[in-house]
Protein backbone atom coordinates (compact mmCIF):
# COMPACT_ATOMS: atom_id res chain seq x y z
CA UNK A 1 0.00 0.00 0.00
CA UNK A 2 1.59 3.44 -0.69
CA UNK A 3 1.56 6.29 1.19
CA UNK A 4 -1.47 8.42 -0.18
CA UNK A 5 0.18 11.67 -1.92
CA UNK A 6 -3.30 13.61 -0.14
CA UNK A 7 -1.24 14.07 3.29
CA UNK A 8 2.24 15.79 1.62
CA UNK A 9 1.58 19.25 2.79
CA UNK A 10 -0.50 17.90 5.78
CA UNK A 11 0.99 18.55 9.07
CA UNK A 12 1.61 14.66 10.65
CA UNK A 13 1.94 14.51 14.56
CA UNK A 14 4.44 11.73 15.77
CA UNK A 15 6.30 10.92 19.33
CA UNK A 16 10.05 10.24 20.19
CA UNK A 17 10.03 6.70 20.52
CA UNK A 18 12.42 7.26 23.63
CA UNK A 19 10.49 10.38 25.56
CA UNK A 20 7.21 10.84 23.76
CA UNK A 21 8.18 14.24 23.17
CA UNK A 22 5.73 15.04 20.03
CA UNK A 23 6.75 16.81 17.23
CA UNK A 24 4.86 18.08 13.75
CA UNK A 25 6.30 17.74 9.99
CA UNK A 26 4.91 17.84 7.01
CA UNK A 27 3.64 14.14 5.19
CA UNK A 28 6.23 14.59 2.76
CA UNK A 29 9.04 14.69 5.64
CA UNK A 30 7.87 11.19 6.63
CA UNK A 31 8.04 9.95 3.02
CA UNK A 32 11.52 10.58 2.70
CA UNK A 33 13.36 10.31 5.83
CA UNK A 34 14.15 6.77 7.71
CA UNK A 35 15.84 7.69 10.82
CA UNK A 36 15.90 11.30 12.94
CA UNK A 37 16.83 12.99 15.82
CA UNK A 38 14.77 13.88 18.79
CA UNK A 39 14.90 17.71 19.30
CA UNK A 40 14.09 16.91 23.14
CA UNK A 41 16.35 13.87 24.32
CA UNK A 42 18.49 13.43 21.35
CA UNK A 43 17.58 10.25 20.68
CA UNK A 44 18.05 8.67 17.59
CA UNK A 45 14.35 7.54 16.07
CA UNK A 46 14.29 4.89 13.22
CA UNK A 47 10.76 4.93 11.60
CA UNK A 48 10.16 2.18 9.00
CA UNK A 49 7.47 1.68 6.41
CA UNK A 50 5.16 -0.09 8.57
CA UNK A 51 5.21 2.83 11.13
CA UNK A 52 5.02 5.12 7.95
CA UNK A 53 1.86 3.27 6.90
CA UNK A 54 0.51 3.66 10.83
CA UNK A 55 1.30 7.57 10.93
CA UNK A 56 -0.48 8.25 7.79
CA UNK A 57 -3.45 5.68 8.55
CA UNK A 58 -4.07 7.72 11.95
CA UNK A 59 -4.35 11.00 10.30
CA UNK A 60 -5.63 10.00 7.16
CA UNK A 61 -9.21 9.68 9.41
CA UNK A 62 -8.82 13.85 9.45
CA UNK A 63 -8.25 14.84 5.68
CA UNK A 64 -11.90 14.17 3.96
CA UNK A 65 -11.72 14.23 0.39
CA UNK A 66 -14.96 16.69 -1.41
CA UNK A 67 -15.65 15.41 -4.98
CA UNK A 68 -18.37 16.76 -7.12
CA UNK A 69 -21.64 14.98 -7.14
CA UNK A 70 -24.28 14.71 -10.72
CA UNK A 71 -25.97 17.19 -8.98
CA UNK A 72 -23.14 19.42 -7.93
CA UNK A 73 -23.35 18.52 -4.42
CA UNK A 74 -19.67 16.91 -2.69
CA UNK A 75 -20.22 13.91 -1.44
CA UNK A 76 -17.43 13.79 1.44
CA UNK A 77 -14.74 10.61 1.70
CA UNK A 78 -11.74 9.61 3.68
CA UNK A 79 -8.85 9.63 1.02
CA UNK A 80 -8.85 5.40 2.10
CA UNK A 81 -12.41 4.78 0.92
CA UNK A 82 -12.13 6.63 -2.74
CA UNK A 83 -11.89 3.82 -5.07
Do not use: Q
Not at 40 to 63: Q, V
Amino acid sequence: MPLPAALNDADLEFKCLECDRAFVRKGSWFKVISTFRCEGCGAANRIGYTDKLALFEKHSALLLIMEPTANGGPTVHRWGDVG
